[in-house]
């Protein structure tokens, strides 16, 4: 459950290892400078409410947690904060988004991160942030700007997948006959989600950058100020691609019904064609005793000739109109 737990005092890891969870509580009881950072990777219950008890996590944002599927948000508990955060990722393979779910409990003491899913792993963001002892020294909510910072920057290789998937369907829809309105609403669905997950993110991000956290030092709120700055160009782009999308399966629509016109003038050019020799040999196939030229020796090859220039006749036309 417990992925790393470190206590930080001016910048500087405190200690070896991870600390036990009984010890991480203790140290945030005692009146001394520096936090704890816990990291949990997809508690139980059980074990979620085993951390609440110990730290005195609040009751209706521990049953968030513990429930999951959270839109993004951020919520004040009077003396702790509440954060939900959805990390994502992209599979090219499948064309497919893949969420995460981050859960932050903060307060002056302590910053408790809850992770569901692949996507979004924090280890990078903790090791980033140890390497800068003066970012450090903030406290909890440099190790929040960490966290939001590692989540925003792991949008832009979805964005740029995304996009790359879009050139692809862009080009096969105007240079193959194969229908691909599978494959745009699919990528259209997936983009959907991902704007899900990245709007309801900005109103945090703009709550954090005006200062929501007390006494945030102003270097520090330039750096939530700068993750907001890219995960409003994050939202730009994913809301161009939507627009884009709705629009290549516009597209995708009159393509294919422009070629369904096209069979349909091609299979009607020649029912024309073939029913002109119909007709003619339908009535010379008519059984009745006096015929004019039934018993003539060069009806039938003036019939077959009345036929033929019929057919050609009938073929250049339709040729000429582009229907063959």
């Known amino acids: 459950m417990i992925v790393d737990c470190a206590h930080y005092r001016d910048g500087v890891r405190q200690h070896e290892g991870k600390l036990e969870l009984a010890d991480a509580a203790a140290r945030c009881m005692r009146a001394e400078d520096g936090f704890v950072w ?3 990777l997809e508690p139980t219950r059980a074990e979620l409410e085993e951390v609440g008890a110990k730290f005195g996590l609040p009751d209706l944002a521990l049953e968030d947690a513990t429930e999951a599927h959270q839109r993004p948000k951020l919520e004040d508990y009077e003396d702790s904060y509440f954060v939900v955060l959805r990390p994502a990722r992209y599979d090219d393979a499948r064309e497919i988004v893949e969420f995460g779910e981050i859960m932050l409990f903060l307060s002056s003491a302590y910053v408790i991160a809850v992770r569901y899913g692949k996507a979004g792993e924090l280890g990078e963001a903790r090791s980033r942030l140890e390497a800068n002892p003066d970012l450090l020294r903030a406290g909890p909510a440099a190790a929040v700007w960490a966290i939001l910072d590692k989540v925003v920057d792991d949008y832009a290789p979805v964005v740029a997948g995304i996009d790359d998937d879009i050139t692809e369907v862009e080009t ?30 900005l109103a945090p991000l703009e709550s954090l950058e005006r200062g929501a956290f007390p006494n945030m030092d102003e270097q520090l709120r330039r750096y939530f100020r700068d993750v907001a700055d890219h995960a409003r ?10 627009e884009l999308l709705t629009s290549i399966l516009q597209a995708n629509a009159a393509l294919q019904s422009v070629r369904q016109n096209e069979v349909v003038r091609t299979i009607s050019a020649w029912a024309a064609i073939i029913a002109v020799p119909t007709f003619l040999a339908s009535i010379w196939g008519m059984n009745f005793t006096d015929m004019p030229e039934l018993d003539e020796p060069w009806g039938y090859w003036v019939a077959l000739a009345m036929m033929a220039v019929a057919v050609a006749v009938l073929h250049r036309f ?6 063959l």
Do not use: M
């Open 38 to 40: 816990l990291g949990l």
């Open 172 to 201: 096969e829809i105007f240079s193959s006959q194969v229908d691909s309105t599978q494959r745009i609403y699919l990528l259209k669905r997936e983009v959907i989600e991902f704007h899900n997950a990245t709007a309801p993110l």
């Open 233 to 242: 160009r994050v939202d730009e782009e994913v809301t161009a691609q939507r």
């Open 318 to 323: 339709f040729r000429r109109i582009h229907w």
